[in-house]
């Protein structure tokens, strides 16, 4: 089973509203999972099913969109994020700021394409 827990907000003073977990079911013996924020554990399990739960947190989190299917063969998780800006705390201290290009489906990495997110964790 995988976790995933999303700290994402826009405002990064206003206080965290945690939602209801999301349980996802991924079938087959190689998935993907795209998220720019957040933590995630991996928990070793029985059966060629991937569970992922997602909670979605933060001022903005209504905004998070959630969706899955197949991209290429490869059953796909993503969390998409509408904002050109992220900005997140974390326990480890450490201030960081990424670029990165994000396509509209929420996959990025390999190839070309996308729009430009900045994300800051303070």
Do not use: N
Request: net charge positive; aromatic share 6%; charged share 30%.
């Amino acid at each position: 089973m995988v976790r995933l827990r999303y700290l994402a907000a826009l405002a990064i003073a206003a206080p965290l509203v945690a939602q209801t977990p999301e349980r996802h079911t991924l079938r087959g013996t190689r998935v993907a999972i795209y998220d720019l924020v957040g933590d995630v554990r991996i928990v070793e399990g029985t059966g060629r099913d991937v569970v992922v739960e997602v909670t979605r947190d933060g001022a903005e989190a209504s905004q998070l969109r959630v969706e899955t299917g197949d991209i290429g063969g490869v059953p796909t998780l993503r969390v998409i994020f509408p904002f050109d800006r992220i900005g997140y705390r974390d326990d480890r201290g450490s201030y960081s700021i990424s670029d990165l290009r994000v396509r509209d489906d929420g996959t990025f990495g390999h190839g070309t394409g996308g729009r430009r997110i900045r994300i800051r964790r303070a």
